[in-house]
């Protein structure tokens, strides 16, 4: 079974620049995540999809971070324009359903703001 | 969700048992306990999960005190690539919703 892919691993970008991350779930999986993880710290929900609804997105910075999961399976999160501060990982993971006990999370993708 | 604190590092000799605590003592009677381990540069991993009784599973057994106020995982026999950041959550099963708060965790070095 394949695993939660994160595209691209790695991304460096100039401040003001917009950024997409994209992810593809687990198959047969309703629940999305979007993680933000700063350096020595957990990973801080931004967001939560079941099927093609945002479902809590309540920590997502709406004014400059936007995510979409139109036909309920990839999902693509967006930061535009980026800040220094946003350097950080950006982890998805997936779950069967809301209330599963296990999430799967993808390898996540390294953003650096200079 | 009630918080959890865990020390912040650890170290385990090769081959012998890792304990590792977390402290809940304002969990609620209908939040479970659950572990992830993130290894360097990958995503969080499941390992175990419990409310009460003891569990254990291929990874690891949950330890959990009579009181629910704090829980330890335990690494058998631990190796190198267990090596890792060790988070100890509790979450509320019947919140209809699935919010799942990390603390920094322990890291846990293995060593030969």
């Known amino acids: 079974e394949a695993g939660v892919v994160q595209s691209p691993r790695y991304k460096i970008i100039e401040k003001k620049q917009p950024v997409a991350f994209w992810c593809n779930p687990i198959?047969?999986?309703?629940?999305l995540y979007w993680y933000l993880q700063n350096l020595g710290q957990g990973p801080e929900l931004l967001i939560r999809?079941?099927?093609?609804?945002?479902?809590?997105d309540s920590q997502l910075p709406k004014d400059r971070f936007s995510a979409e999961r139109l036909k309920g399976v990839d999902s693509t999160l967006k930061i535009q324009p980026a800040e220094l501060g946003d350097s950080a990982v950006y982890l998805c993971?997936?779950?069967?359903?809301?209330?599963?006990?296990?999430?799967?999370f993808g390898p996540g993708t390294r953003l650096t703001v200079t | 969700d009630a918080k959890t604190t865990q020390p912040p590092s650890m170290d385990c000799a090769e081959g012998r048992a890792a304990n590792l605590p977390c402290n809940h003592s304002?969990?609620?009677?209908?939040?479970?306990v659950y572990w992830y381990r993130q290894i360097h540069s990958q995503g969080p991993q499941y390992i175990i999960h419990?409310?009460?009784n003891n569990e254990t599973n291929e990874m690891a057994s949950l330890i959990i005190t009579e009181d629910r106020k704090s829980s330890t995982l335990i690494l058998p026999h631990a190796t190198l690539r267990d090596t890792a950041v060790y988070y100890c959550?509790?979450?509320?099963?019947?919140?209809?919703?699935?919010?799942?708060?990390f603390g920094a965790g322990t890291r846990l070095f293995v060593k030969a």
């Open positions: 993971a997936s779950s069967k359903y809301s209330d599963s006990y296990e999430q799967y």
């Open positions: 198959s047969g999986h309703n629940t």
């Open positions: 999809y079941e099927n093609e609804e945002a479902v809590d």
């Open positions: 304002t969990i609620s009677g209908n939040e479970y």
């Open positions: 419990g409310l009460k």
């Open positions: 959550i509790v979450r509320d099963e019947n919140t209809g919703g699935f919010k799942t708060i």
